[in-house]
């Protein structure tokens, strides 16, 4: 999902993959992986030297976004931190994500609530993909800053991309089926003996409805 472009920037890089992908793959001219961990950073550093790529690579060490004030980047990419976190960082250093020309977010866990602050806030949402990793969804989103944003749709409390309808995204209704089976397991555990049961018991039959009739649209 990552356009070609010069310089891109991976925050909490980690092994720092992504960006030894992405220069393997000559998407980009140089990679900027930055964690808040000096480890991760040694690991990437060791994996970039294995790949011969470390000379297209620079390290940063410091917390999400901040590491990239008066640096010239082009795009960046947050994965594989929770949906809270990732949100939180952009939020922490709007400044920098103004100058980006992209962002490719991929939140590990709560995409919801990383997709409900993107169709509320300043963004447009350019794509949205689901990718399947064995029994695993992840999803996976490129954004970029705008001051008027398009107003995006809110499915079924921001568990469903609404690019991902558009999209017809082939993941989709296996993606759905596993929203309602979730939805069902968590049901048929509610012990139904205090209020606040009987309402979430409502609120899931009704989020479990509306997956379905998603579903059923998707197919037809
Ligand atoms: C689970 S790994 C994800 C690695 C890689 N991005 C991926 O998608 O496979 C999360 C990484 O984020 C780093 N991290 C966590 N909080 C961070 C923050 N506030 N700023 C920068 N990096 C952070 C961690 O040190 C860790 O290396």
Do not use: W
């Amino acid at each position: 999902m990552i356009p070609p472009t010069d310089v891109v920037a991976d925050i909490g890089t980690d092994h720092g993959y992504v960006l030894i992908e992405l220069l393997r793959q000559n998407k980009i001219k140089t990679g900027i992986a930055s964690d808040n961990k000096v480890g991760p950073l040694d690991k990437a550093k060791m994996n970039a030297a294995e790949a011969g790529v470390k000379v297209n690579m620079q390290f940063t060490l410091g917390n999400g976004l901040e590491t990239l004030k008066g640096l010239p980047v082009n795009g960046a990419v947050l994965a594989g931190m929770g949906g809270v976190l990732t949100r939180d960082l952009l939020e922490k250093d709007l400044s920098v994500v103004k100058e980006l020309d992209f962002l490719l977010l991929q939140p590990a866990q709560n995409p919801e609530v990383l997709r409900e602050y993107l169709y509320n806030g300043p963004f447009t949402i350019l794509d949205e993909a689901l990718i399947r990793e064995e029994r695993r969804f992840y999803e996976a989103f490129l954004v970029c800053y705008c001051d008027h944003p398009e107003k995006m749709a809110e499915y079924v409390n921001y568990l469903v991309g609404e690019r991902l309808i558009q999209n017809q995204d082939p993941l989709l209704p296996d993606f759905l089926e596993e929203k309602i089976r979730e939805g069902e397991a968590i049901l048929a555990k509610l012990e139904l003996n205090s209020e606040s049961a009987q309402i979430r018991q409502q609120v899931l039959t009704a989020r479990i409805k509306d997956l379905r009739r998603l579903k059923d649209d998707c197919a037809g």
